[in-house]
């Protein structure tokens, strides 16, 4: 009996919907909010958007060359396996595992159930359903591990579910986003658009009492690696069609396209959503929106008493499929790290339907905890350093993989070689050295967790040789 393989069923759109679909959560709808206050002035809440969005299409295109020369299961792990070696793709995945993937699936399901509360009240993260003394658990963590748990269902049935919620959901979204933005853009006060990009380039730290706080020259370099926190966390998991390349048709073209096709959706869209903020919203509106909810004050604005319900259906899809996306495609990392020998075994098989489903109930279950944690916003803003550290290393690898296999078929170049490699790793240095100088709460605990895989790679070393003699 032959052992079970990937069946390749996705074409080149439902690969870009998984980019899209993937990228775009809850975050446009919000952290503008913490951006405005860092930066304190329209250009540079736009500005703050426009590099992230550059360094995420750079990001992606680089990948693109990668993906042609492994199009394997795996993705990001298998890239830094080949350049690198298995502690460092080790070091990524235990990271991956622990928090990045597992982390932003809990946040984005707890978005779902927050925004799913402006429709029925009794599943808002005010109440209390059950208060175990060291923990209490609202309505909102249950809506949310339900979800998890059905998206998880519905995916060990096999991709070709999948593939159609995330492809249905995603085209809903753009075209709901495009048309908030559209609607904005008729509803421009031209008061609120002037007052907003008079001082567009004056920097300034906003503060809840309608104070400011000026920025000397250092500090407003801190100002914008602490508010790219935000839009990061809302340009991320665009690599997650890297982890499915076993399932994609011709992977070498189309994952590399798709990278570059749904990065550049998403970052307009994203750059497009915040100029329109800026056009209809006063600067201390978007700063200071009721809960961080820019895109529930922009609602209002645009569609009046029905903003809120308008604004929360769009979260509910786009968070719906958001995850989908993340819970498809992650767990295909557990899955080749287990055929590695470096995670449980059980977890590198496949089932009847072609999926990994041990592998996507492992991730369940940790997903549910983060959930009933209530950290997981706290460690997602502690991991972006490290997974911008991991995108460094994935493009130095570029460098490394054509001084180690110069004839190594390269169907897809990276785009503006070695130019824009190059830039995307200075920025990446630059983000990162500023949130060690500035932010050092948001660099150490996530250094830590990665670390921890260090002692766990040489405990899964020794488990699989010991398993080789016997």
Do not use: H
Not at 74 to 102: C, D, H
Not at 124 to 153: C, M, N
Not at 377 to 405: A, E, N, P, W
């Amino acid at each position: 009996m032959s052992e079970k393989s990937f069946k390749p069923v996705l074409g080149l759109w439902d690969a870009t919907m998984i980019v899209a679909g993937s990228m775009i959560g809850s975050g446009i709808f919000i952290v503008s909010a913490n951006i405005t206050t860092n930066v304190g002035s329209a250009g540079w809440l736009v500005a703050v958007w426009v590099i992230t969005g550059f360094m995420t299409i750079t990001a992606a295109v680089s990948y693109g060359e990668l993906s042609g020369m492994f199009p394997k299961a795996g993705g990001q792990y298998q890239y830094l396996k080949e350049a690198y070696n298995p502690l460092i793709a080790f070091l990524y995945g235990w990271s991956f595992f622990a928090v990045i993937q597992t982390g932003t699936i809990a946040a984005v399901g707890v978005a779902f159930s927050k925004f799913t509360a402006y429709l029925i009240p009794a599943v808002s993260e005010d109440l209390v359903w059950l208060d175990l003394g060291f923990v209490t658990i609202s309505p909102a963590q249950v809506l949310a591990i339900f979800t998890i748990i059905l998206l998880t269902y519905i995916n060990t049935r096999g991709v070709k579910s999948g593939k159609i919620i995330q492809s249905t959901l995603t085209t809903v979204k753009l075209v709901s986003l495009f048309g908030l933005i559209v609607a904005g853009f008729f509803m421009l006060k031209p008061e609120v658009w002037q007052a907003n990009w008079s001082n567009a380039w004056d920097m300034k730290k906003l503060l809840p009492d309608g104070n400011i706080e000026t920025y000397i020259t250092i500090g407003a370099f801190g100002a914008i690696a602490s508010a790219m926190v935000g839009s990061i966390f809302s340009s991320d998991a665009w690599n997650n069609v890297t982890f499915i390349a076993g399932e994609i048709k011709n992977p070498q073209r189309n994952i590399g396209l798709s990278l570059f096709l749904g990065t550049l959706i998403v970052t307009v869209i994203y750059v497009s959503a915040n100029v329109m903020y800026t056009g209809i919203l006063p600067l201390n509106e978007i700063a200071f929106a009721e809960n961080d909810r820019v895109g529930v004050a922009a609602s209002t604005v645009i569609f009046g008493a029905a903003g809120t319900i308008v604004i929360a259906l769009m979260i509910m899809v786009s968070t719906f499929g958001c995850n989908n996306g993340l819970i498809l495609s992650g767990a295909r990392v557990y899955y080749t790290m287990a055929k590695d020998g470096l995670f449980f075994k059980q977890v590198g098989e496949l089932n009847n339907a072609s999926v990994p489903q041990k592998a996507l109930w492992i991730q369940c279950i940790l997903a549910s905890v983060w959930c009933l944690s209530g950290k997981y916003g706290d460690l997602l803003d502690m991991i972006s350093f490290v997974v911008v550290l991991f995108y460094m290393l994935t493009i130095i690898g570029i460098f490394i993989l054509r001084k180690k296999r110069p004839d190594a078929p390269r169907p897809y170049k990276a785009f503006g070689y070695p130019v824009l490699p190059l830039i995307y790793i200075l920025m990446g240095i630059t983000f990162c050295s500023l949130l060690i100088i500035y932010k050092p709460e948001y660099t150490w605990p996530g250094f830590i967790i990665t670390l921890i895989g260090i002692p766990l790679y040489y405990i899964a070393l020794n488990s699989k040789s010991n398993k080789n003699k016997d």
